[in-house]
């Protein structure tokens, strides 16, 4: 009998193309646990944003087979994908704050998207604020706001509705190294504590270091590698706890 | 820096993401796009629009009014003239008329018209003179029946006077009128194809500024999009506004229109002619003319909605 949770993400011999150029990603297939940590690791252009947006649902594949939350995301139509989209977190590469809207609004925009009522938003929002260092600035707007504030506002957007899976595109990219750390130790308190699933695409190797349970995919020319076993099942470590590659 | 454990993030349960669909077409979907707001000419666009609605509405109103007040005050009556040049013939036969008419079953009044009164009526076209004999000028008798004077009824007349006033001829009032009805009609005719052109363009107005709002707004639809927000609470946004802009021109439009129907109404009234009186608009018409700003309104959520969900199936 098979014992291996049922998967967040698989993906079966999936390709992808803008228009009618060649594939950014070729024959991509894996399968993603729930409460798993990974690193997406890969030079620029290697296609690390190309798969996050797949993963995230901005993007449907030219072909293959996507499944997520047990769903099979090629048939599903267009009206579902919200619901599924409420069950990730995204930060994205660019941040993609809401101009208008404050570093309040923006954080506590999923859970408005998800019905929560005032009081609990306000709750919520104020300590996620406080905890990335950004109480005093809440009702600033995004282009008042530095770069490394920018991408603390995504992230505390990213976790507020305590996703099911946290997809992060360079989340550190900004940030000083206290915060990066200070980071992605929020990523595992929600890995560790609440079982979400991380992904988080990253260039920067010293990151990998910082997390001793996690899995590392590599992209290369938009064909993943498994240099680690985090695609072999049970996903082998990419090292072991207390660091060390 | 706060260096505490990081919180753990609030969760909306279950129960709330059942009723987050039901939540997103109300308030909660307020604050979270920009008040999407037409470019500003838009608003008094529809404004211009609704008051020449209103205004084409209340004139096409106002003729069915006039054609229909005339049509009933003529639609009974009936003229009759004795054709003859000799003066003494002409009073006789017009009494023996009279006689004939009045024995007539479905006859209420019979009235002949005196001479001077004839004499005055044609005075503006044949001068002071036109009732000293010189001009020979028919008797003419006003009848008025109890029913409409129908063809059936015009030859039953006629037959009833050939034998007992030789050149006698017989006319239903409404006859002399028809033409002045056809006018009307078309009239009416062009006030409605105004209004449906009107209604066009208010559409085709609303649908380029719903376009113009969504392209402006796409990327932080977007952004919506992948955090999860489905297109109802996205075009709850939209449409919000839509209304709140539309609403505005419907009002504007509807005061300008109705006080410019209000001041023509008035330079006709000055007028004190016969045939502008039937004209007035009545409750049952200003209730029409009301329903105009929101029947604007309705074509420019109808036509928002469209657009914004055409637009939103173009994204993923």
Do not use: C
């Not at chain 1, 409460?35 to 594949?61: D, E, I, N, V």
């Not at chain 1, 619901?83 to 977190?89: C, E, F, H, S, V």
């Not at chain 1, 309040?104 to 999923?110: G, H, M, S, T």
């Not at chain 1, 000083?176 to 695409?201: Q, S, Y």
């Amino acid at each position: 009998m098979d014992d291996r949770p049922a998967e967040i993400v698989k993906f079966d011999n999936v390709g992808l193309r803008y228009g009618t150029d060649p594939e950014v990603l070729s024959n991509l297939s894996f399968t993603l646990y729930p409460g798993s940590f990974y690193f997406l690791t890969g030079a620029s252009g290697a296609g690390k944003t190309s798969l996050l947006k797949l993963l995230y649902l901005a993007q449907r594949p030219s072909r293959g087979a996507i499944r997520m939350f047990g769903q099979d995301l090629i048939t599903m139509p267009r009206e579902r994908l919200p619901d599924l989209r409420r069950r990730l977190g995204v930060v994205f590469q660019n941040f993609r704050l809401v101009p208008h809207l404050t570093a309040f609004d923006n954080v506590a925009l999923p859970l408005r998207l998800a019905g929560a009522d005032d009081k609990r938003v306000m709750k919520a929002v104020t300590d996620m604020l406080d905890w990335v260092g950004l109480a005093h600035r809440a009702h600033a707007i995004p282009a008042t706001l530095s770069g490394g504030e920018q991408q603390r506002v995504a992230i505390a957007r990213a976790v507020i509705a305590r996703p099911k899976m946290l997809i992060a595109d360079e989340p550190t990219g900004n940030v000083d190294p206290d915060m990066a750390l200070k980071l992605l130790r929020l990523f595992e308190a929600l890995n560790h504590r609440v079982g979400t699933t991380v992904v988080v695409a990253t260039h920067d190797v010293h990151l990998l270091k910082k997390v001793p349970d996690s899995l590392i995919m590599r992209l290369h020319k938009g064909q993943l590698s498994d240099p680690t076993g985090a695609l072999r099942y049970p996903p082998r470590p990419a090292m072991p706890k207390g660091g060390g590659v | 820096m706060n260096t505490a454990a990081p919180p753990l993030p609030y969760a909306p349960d279950a129960a709330e993401a059942e009723l987050s669909v039901a939540a997103a077409s109300g308030a909660k979907a307020a604050p979270l796009l920009p008040a999407a707001r037409f470019a500003g000419p838009i608003p008094w666009v529809i404004a211009i629009l609704i008051a020449l609605v209103v205004i084409a509405a209340a004139g096409g109103l106002t003729l069915g009014n006039l054609a229909n007040s005339a049509r009933a005050d003529l639609s009974a009556a009936v003229t009759v003239q004795v054709i003859e040049p000799n003066p003494d013939l002409r009073n006789q036969r017009g009494a023996e008329a009279v006689r004939v008419l009045t024995a007539l079953d479905g006859v209420r009044a019979v009235r002949l018209v005196p001479e001077a009164e004839l004499a005055a009526l044609l005075e503006p076209w044949l001068g002071a003179g036109a009732g000293n004999g010189d001009v020979p000028i028919p008797a003419l008798i006003d009848v008025e029946l109890t029913g409409a004077a129908g063809p059936a009824e015009i030859a039953r007349i006629t037959a009833a006077l050939n034998a007992a006033v030789p050149g006698a001829r017989v006319d239903a009032q409404s006859d002399w009128l028809r033409p002045v009805y056809d006018a009307l009609a078309a009239l009416q005719w062009l006030a409605l194809g105004l209004i449906a052109l009107v209604a066009l363009a208010t559409a085709a107005a609303v649908w380029l500024a719903a376009r113009n709002a969504f392209a402006g707004a796409r990327d932080t639809v977007e952004i919506m999009h992948l955090l999860g927000a489905t297109d109802r609470q996205i075009s709850a946004v939209f449409l919000r506004s839509v209304l709140r802009e539309a609403a505005f021109g419907a009002v504007v439009g509807a005061a300008l229109g109705a006080g410019a129907v209000w001041l023509l109404g008035q330079q006709f009234a000055a007028l004190d002619s016969g045939m502008t009186s039937g004209g007035g608009l009545g409750l049952a018409d200003w209730l029409t003319i009301g329903a105009v700003p929101l029947g604007g309104v309705l074509i420019a959520l109808l036509t928002a909605r469209i657009t914004i969900a055409l637009a939103l199936k173009g994204m993923l």
